[in-house]
């Protein structure tokens, strides 16, 4: 997926001048992640299509010559594809709830926020931590990608603020560097698992559809079957989206951790603003993508 650039320089304008508060970069903070959570929700829509179509390249390629019952059985054996799509389903909602507890950060940065912006962004945030829990229990996910969700190191947090964002973060700075990081590993487990599942699309899917047919004698219309061979010949790396969207959880979590220690230095900033650059162009490109 090719990155787009972005023109965010109102953007570092107000990153990197002395006057800005921290209302003003939560709002920038909430503007990445929450186009982070949707970017994501649609590129693992897509990767839940890959994940379905692989299993059914291989259900037809096993019950190549099997009796009746026995494809009943294979079928039947191959229903665990089910639990994978479910997982799928989770991290969907997770990087949807994400964005919407951005969406909320950034309604309570705004000015004249009132109880029940936090009563909102309260409920959002509780909500995810409970499917990121569910989904440290994905069978995706390895013992040691399990333990490092659970190492994830506590957030340090001022005390010393007075603002509604300052008191979101001293209550949740941990919590949400934790959905963060939730969200960053699945992404890394899926793209492993979506790397087997286009081996098998493709291995499969040119056996059936070129191999067979030209060994056969059996190609009926010549232009679909060329049309075929070069589709899978010339198929493009589809992995690279998620490799980009676990990216961008990455900077996303690295920006999250320098807003919430509250790093002032112009090094810093400048860090952060790069961060939700990558961020932007990662969600600008998955959006260019569905037009």
């Known amino acids: 997926m090719r990155r787009i650039p972005a023109a965010l320089s109102f953007l570092s304008a107000l990153l990197l001048c002395s006057g800005c508060g921290s209302t003003a970069h939560a709002r920038k ?19 839940q299509e890959t994940a ?67 009563d909102a962004i309260g409920a959002v945030a ?8 569910e989904l440290t229990g994905s069978k995706l996910l390895t013992t040691a990608e399990r333990d490092l969700i659970s190492q994830t190191a506590r957030l340090s947090v001022e005390t010393v603020r007075r603002s509604a964002v300052d008191r979101e973060l001293s209550a949740r700075a941990s919590a949400i560097d934790r959905e963060l990081r939730v969200q960053q590993t699945l992404l890394d487990a899926v793209r492993r698992k979506l790397r087997a599942d286009l081996e098998s699309v493709t291995v499969l899917g040119r056996e059936r559809d070129v191999s067979r047919p030209f060994l056969e004698n059996t190609i009926s219309d010549p232009r679909a079957w060329i049309a075929l061979r070069r589709g899978y010949l010339i198929a493009p790396p589809a992995t690279e989206g998620l490799k980009e969207a676990s990216d961008a959880a990455s900077k996303l979590r690295a920006a999250w951790t320098a807003f919430t220690s509250r790093r002032s230095d112009e090094t810093a900033q400048a860090a952060l603003l790069a961060d939700l650059e990558t961020i932007l162009a990662y969600a600008e490109a998955v959006r260019a993508l569905q037009r």
């Open 29 to 47: 903070l909430a503007t990445a992640g929450a186009a982070y959570g949707h970017a994501t929700d649609v590129l693992l829509r897509v990767t």
């Open 126 to 133: 509780t909500a995810l931590n409970r499917l990121g829990q």
């Open 52 to 118: 379905a179509d692989a299993d059914s390249a291989r259900l037809l390629s096993e019950a190549q010559g099997l009796t009746r019952d026995d494809r009943r059985a294979l079928l039947e054996k191959h229903g665990i594809v089910s639990e994978t799509v479910a997982d799928l389903e989770r991290l969907r909602r997770h990087a949807r709830l994400l964005a919407r507890y951005f969406e909320a950060l950034g309604r309570l940065a705004a000015e004249g926020a009132d109880a029940e912006a936090g």
